[in-house]
């Protein structure tokens, strides 16, 4: 190669070389590729350059669906719209259209968030209801670097319009929930109703229905959209009713109702519902009515009475042993002769004599006709030592009225003695310082429920420490019924101090079922003195209902009495940390040894005002609530007893003398520590 004075290359080398430089420009491209995808991957969403993204769209919180309409859009939210670029600002105003029917374009104002990412379009009125809306964003939308979209559209359906009641009222006053008129005429009733939006004139009055005996006149007005009910006929003193509208009812415009409905009570009918009697002969009344239930509805075949008016077999136990004190009353004021009187307890006795017992105990419910055990609940189907110190107090008081002068009534007394003695009141005890209620021959002292004031259960330690055969302890009736001491109260309520109990007393039968045969009087141990508890647990009833915090219909001074009774779902222990707004005439008439005067006065209002729904063949009906327009038509045995009882106590205090007259409960208070 030399004198050519140019280095030359064989063509082989130069080949060799522009193939290394393309190979080389393969393997750059290779590289990047990758390093794209594997950024791809790594989570940062990179746009396709030149494109706007859009992220999601919603109307208020609802989302809207490319794939699919959205329904029940609301009327009255914004349209928000999310990108994940910035967008053009000047190019978005014409860019999203918000139309209805997919034609007629709505008037919106443009705001944006997120340095301009956002767009936010609020519609300068409402939407229409139940309407068809498409939201366009066009080709058109441009990102701030001349990105472009290609253009999608939305559709949505907007909810139905809601008709509602802008007024109510009743005879001038609102009737607008919570709101509820009381002491309504019962001639003279107007409602008028403002709705929101125009009613259909042809098929309004359907949905509109009133509780009463007749259908009241209905007027349209004012555009179709007040509607004016009269003409209620005379409707029932001291009644709930019912005024609803259907959530059928629609406007004119097709907007929903979603349903009204409220009540009102008319004004008590004042005058009497019976001729005026003097107290006295009104007291006679309700004691030889109520006195019926015992004796004339008592159980055929055993004598016994019935748990109440409607349980076909099934006695009582306890409420026998009411019925039995319910019977000297009857005898003493010659209702019955003796004669009748006795030959029902023979029957009694003989039944008591042979049905199921347990430790000498009785069930709380037997069935009349065999004598066999009907079980109160799942575990309580053996003995009741409650209900049956309820019987022994009846039976004791039958005793003390017998003449043992008289040979066919000194054997009544032989057999009541041996019911008595073979009580085992010890057995009860499961060895400890308390009595148990219950003992089943299935289920032992499973339950377990210690005999513990304040409450009934006082006169099972009486009649247990007072037992010749099967006696207990002081200290049973210390550390059970009284727990030590633990169960005084010692509070004010309404300024009247509770020695014992629970908040306000509890229900008024506390007073009442150990204190039918227990003389209250002057009686108390080293912790109360019951004849004062008895009153403040009385009057504070008394005067909770005159209060009426809980604002119920019907409660006042000379209409009150809270205690176990029927209530309009079934039956509870009413008091008031229990008031369901239920009356039960027993509670006032039995407490009329405590509280003679508001006690006359309830059993009057019970009588003239009431009588006609309260007063039946048995005496006053269980309860009632005129709150929740309920009147019951029951009786029952352990509610009718203690009204004839305890009158007959605070006429003459036979009952008392009777029951205070036994040996064997003189024995026990002495023993327990008691003093008369």
């Given at each position: 190669?030399?004198?050519?004075?140019?280095?030359?290359?064989?063509?082989?080398?130069?080949?060799?070389?522009?193939?290394?430089?393309?190979?080389?420009?393969?393997?750059?491209?290779?590289?990047?590729?990758?390093?794209?995808?594997?950024?791809?991957?790594?989570?940062?969403?990179?746009?396709?350059?030149?494109?706007?993204?859009?992220?999601?769209?919603?109307?208020?919180?609802?989302?809207?669906?490319?794939?699919?309409?959205?329904?029940?859009?609301?009327?009255?939210?914004?349209?928000?719209?999310?990108?994940?670029?910035?967008?053009?600002?000047?190019?978005?105003?014409?860019?999203?259209?918000?139309?209805?029917?997919?034609?007629?374009?709505?008037?919106?104002?443009?705001?944006?968030?997120?340095?301009?990412?956002?767009?936010?379009?609020?519609?300068?009125?409402?939407?229409?209801?139940?309407?068809?809306?498409?939201?366009?964003?066009?080709?058109?939308?441009?990102?701030?670097?001349?990105?472009?979209?290609?253009?999608?559209?939305?559709?949505?359906?907007?909810?139905?319009?809601?008709?509602?009641i802008s007024k109510i009222t009743l005879n001038g006053q609102s009737f607008m929930p919570p709101d509820v008129p009381v002491n309504v005429s019962r001639t003279s009733v107007t409602i008028v109703i403002d709705f929101s939006e125009a009613l259909d004139p042809s098929i309004y009055k359907s949905s509109i229905v009133f509780s009463g005996p007749s259908v009241p006149e209905m007027v349209l007005?004012?555009?179709?959209?007040?509607?004016?009910?009269?003409?209620?006929?005379?409707?029932?003193?001291?009644?709930?009713?019912?005024?609803?509208?259907?959530?059928?009812?629609?406007?004119?415009?097709?907007?929903?109702?979603?349903?009204?409905?409220?009540?009102?009570?008319?004004?008590?009918?004042?005058?009497?519902?019976?001729?005026?009697?003097?107290?006295?002969?009104?007291?006679?009344?309700?004691?030889?009515?109520?006195?019926?239930?015992?004796?004339?509805?008592?159980?055929?075949?055993?004598?016994?009475?019935?748990?109440?008016?409607?349980?076909?077999?099934?006695?009582?136990?306890?409420?026998?042993?009411?019925?039995?004190?319910?019977?000297?009353?009857?005898?003493?004021?010659?209702?019955?002769?003796?004669?009748?009187?006795?030959?029902?307890?023979?029957k009694v006795l003989g039944f008591l004599e042979t049905c199921d017992r347990f430790h000498g105990v009785w069930p709380h419910w037997l069935n009349g006709a065999n004598g066999k055990t009907v079980p109160f609940s799942l575990q309580d189907d053996g003995g009741d030592l409650v209900e049956t110190s309820f019987l022994i107090q009846g039976l004791l008081s039958l005793r003390q009225y017998l003449d043992p002068a008289i040979p066919g009534e000194q054997t009544l007394i032989n057999r009541i003695n041996m019911l008595y003695n073979t009580v085992e009141f010890d057995f009860f005890t499961q060895g400890?310082?308390?009595?148990?209620?219950?003992?089943?021959?299935?289920?032992?002292?499973?339950?377990?429920?210690?005999?513990?004031?304040?409450?009934?259960?006082?006169?099972?330690?009486?009649?247990?420490?007072?037992?010749?055969?099967?006696?207990?302890?002081?200290?049973?009736?210390?550390?059970?019924?009284?727990?030590?001491?633990?169960?005084?109260?010692?509070?004010?309520?309404?300024?009247?101090?509770?020695?014992?109990?629970?908040?306000?007393?509890?229900?008024?039968?506390?007073?009442?079922?150990?204190?039918?045969?227990?003389?209250?009087?002057?009686?108390?141990?080293?912790?109360?003195?019951?004849?004062?508890?008895?009153?403040?647990?009385?009057?504070?009833?008394?005067?909770?209902?005159?209060?009426?915090?809980?604002?119920?219909?019907?409660?006042?001074?000379?209409?009150?009495?809270?205690?176990?009774?029927?209530?309009?779902?079934?039956?509870?222990?009413?008091?008031?940390?229990?008031?369901?707004?239920?009356?039960?005439?027993?509670?006032?008439?039995?407490?009329?040894?405590?509280?003679?005067?508001?006690?006359?006065?309830?059993?009057?209002?019970?009588?003239?005002?009431?009588?006609?729904?309260?007063?039946?063949?048995?005496?006053?009906?269980?309860?009632?609530?005129?709150?929740?327009?309920?009147?019951?038509?029951?009786?029952?045995?352990?509610?009718?007893?203690?009204?004839?009882?305890?009158?007959?106590?605070?006429?003459?205090?036979?009952?008392?003398?009777?029951?205070?007259?036994?040996?064997?409960?003189?024995?026990?208070?002495?023993?327990?520590?008691?003093?008369?």
């Open positions: 190669m030399e004198g050519s004075g140019t280095l030359r290359y064989p063509l082989f080398l130069i080949f060799a070389r522009t193939m290394r430089s393309i190979f080389r420009s393969i393997w750059i491209a290779v590289i990047v590729l990758c390093l794209y995808s594997c950024e791809s991957k790594g989570g940062s969403i990179i746009p396709p350059p030149g494109n706007v993204q859009l992220v999601r769209s919603r109307i208020g919180t609802v989302y809207l669906d490319l794939l699919q309409p959205v329904s029940e859009i609301p009327v009255d939210r914004n349209i928000v719209i999310e990108f994940s670029n910035v967008l053009d600002t000047t190019a978005v105003r014409n860019s999203i259209l918000l139309k209805k029917d997919g034609i007629v374009r709505v008037a919106v104002n443009v705001s944006y968030m997120d340095e301009n990412r956002t767009v936010v379009l609020i519609p300068l009125k409402n939407l229409d209801h139940l309407a068809d809306y498409t939201l366009e964003i066009t080709s058109s939308l441009k990102g701030i670097n001349s990105e472009t979209f290609p253009g999608l559209t939305y559709h949505f359906k907007t909810i139905n319009g809601k008709l509602t007005s004012d555009g179709n959209m007040k509607v004016t009910l009269t003409d209620f006929g005379t409707l029932d003193h001291y009644k709930r009713f019912n005024l609803t509208v259907s959530d059928k009812l629609k406007a004119q415009n097709g907007f929903d109702f979603e349903g009204f409905e409220n009540s009102f009570y008319t004004v008590l009918d004042s005058s009497f519902k019976f001729p005026l009697l003097t107290d006295e002969e009104l007291l006679e009344l309700v004691q030889r009515q109520t006195f019926r239930y015992f004796y004339d509805f008592a159980h055929p075949a055993s004598g016994m009475a019935r748990e109440r008016n409607t349980s076909g077999d099934v006695v009582t136990t306890g409420g026998t042993g009411f019925g039995i004190m319910a019977l000297i009353v009857g005898m003493e004021r010659g209702y019955i002769t003796r004669i009748q009187g006795l030959a029902l307890m023979e400890l310082n308390a009595l148990y209620w219950h003992w089943s021959p299935n289920y032992g002292f499973q339950m377990n429920m210690v005999l513990r004031g304040y409450n009934e259960t006082l006169i099972c330690y009486v009649l247990g420490a007072g037992s010749q055969t099967h006696t207990i302890s002081r200290d049973t009736y210390r550390y059970g019924y009284m727990n030590n001491g633990s169960i005084l109260n010692g509070n004010i309520y309404y300024g009247i101090k509770l020695p014992m109990g629970g908040p306000y007393g509890g229900p008024l039968f506390f007073t009442h079922y150990s204190f039918l045969g227990l003389d209250p009087r002057g009686l108390k141990d080293g912790y109360v003195n019951y004849w004062e508890q008895n009153i403040a647990h009385a009057l504070i009833n008394w005067k909770y209902c005159e209060e009426n915090p809980l604002n119920y219909i019907g409660y006042s001074a000379d209409c009150w009495g809270l205690t176990a009774s029927d209530n309009q779902s079934w039956y509870s222990a009413h008091s008031p940390t229990n008031d369901l707004g239920v009356i039960s005439p027993t509670a006032a008439v039995a407490s009329i040894p405590y509280t003679p005067e508001q006690s006359l006065a309830a059993i009057r209002h019970f009588y003239y005002m009431l009588g006609d729904r309260l007063w039946g063949p048995y005496g006053f009906y269980d309860a009632f609530n005129i709150t929740s327009g309920w009147w019951g038509t029951s009786n029952i045995a352990i509610d009718q007893g203690p009204m004839v009882v305890m009158i007959e106590n605070y006429r003459t205090g036979l009952l008392w003398d009777l029951f205070m007259s036994c040996p064997e409960v003189q024995n026990g208070l002495r023993k327990l520590e008691f003093q008369k």
